[in-house]
């Protein structure tokens, strides 16, 4: 989908993806892969120079730009930003039937997000670089390990590895400044809040099933489950 208008930047989305998947090894070892992803593109919300919206003119924000790099900072601009959003995803398993009826299988589940924020108030005109990139990855990973016996009851073993990493990435690491001038407030530098701010998580966990068959129609099942959890 593409939306392009004079008066606005543009919007753009698009999906892609696909699935393969069949025998490595006949009636022992299968594989299945699934990927997809979404590019999106939208625009930014706010003003910007040259628009017929309240803001700062194109003089103003040079001389603010000069005064930055008089002493160090880096310069931006006041022109239409576009915030982008991709999104992929692929999922992958591995199926093997061994000996002694006992099934492996191995899956594996890979996310991955960035979102680009951005925006202009009546009163607060961001340059360019005082967005930030918020990018999140989630990588999940199963391994399930399943065994039947001859008096109909089975073993159950699951381990899963499980990893969350969120960003927030500043479009540039110099302090946030303000300069305020004509009633609004002209903003350089880093967004205050993205700078060194991130999240880790990393969890394990460990369970075990065993089934028995109890007459016809009742099963029992006993186990154990244990969980690691991390963050940073």
Do not use: C
Not at 68 to 76: Q, S
Request: zero cysteines.
């Amino acid at each position: 989908y593409t939306r392009t208008q004079p008066y606005i930047t543009n919007y753009k989305q698009s999906q892609g993806g696909f699935n393969i998947g069949g025998p490595l090894i006949q009636n022992k070892a299968l594989y299945f892969i699934a990927a997809e992803w979404q590019p999106r593109t939208s625009p930014a919300t706010g003003t910007y120079l040259g628009s017929s919206l309240p803001g700062p003119n194109q003089a103003t924000v040079d001389q603010v730009n000069q005064a930055l790099a008089a002493y160090g900072m880096p310069t931006g601009s006041g022109a239409l930003v576009n915030n982008g959003n991709p999104l992929a995803n692929v999922f992958g398993r591995l199926d093997f039937n061994l000996s002694h009826n006992t099934q492996l299988v191995i899956r594996d589940n890979y996310g991955r997000a960035v979102q680009d924020i951005f925006s202009r108030t009546a009163s607060a005109f961001s340059l360019d670089n005082n967005g930030y990139h918020f990018t999140s990855k989630k990588n999940a990973a199963v391994a399930q390990l399943r065994t039947l016996f001859d008096n109909g009851s089975f073993n159950e073993l699951l381990l899963n590895y499980e990893t969350i990493r969120d960003r927030r990435n500043p479009s540039t690491l110099a302090p946030q400044v303000t300069v305020y001038d004509g009633g609004y407030g002209i903003i350089d530098g880093a967004e205050r809040s993205s700078q060194g701010n991130q999240l880790d998580q990393d969890l394990i966990e460990l369970t075990d099933n065993y089934t028995i068959p109890v007459g016809a129609a009742h099963r029992v099942t006993g186990g154990a489950s244990g969980e690691w959890y991390k963050v940073r």
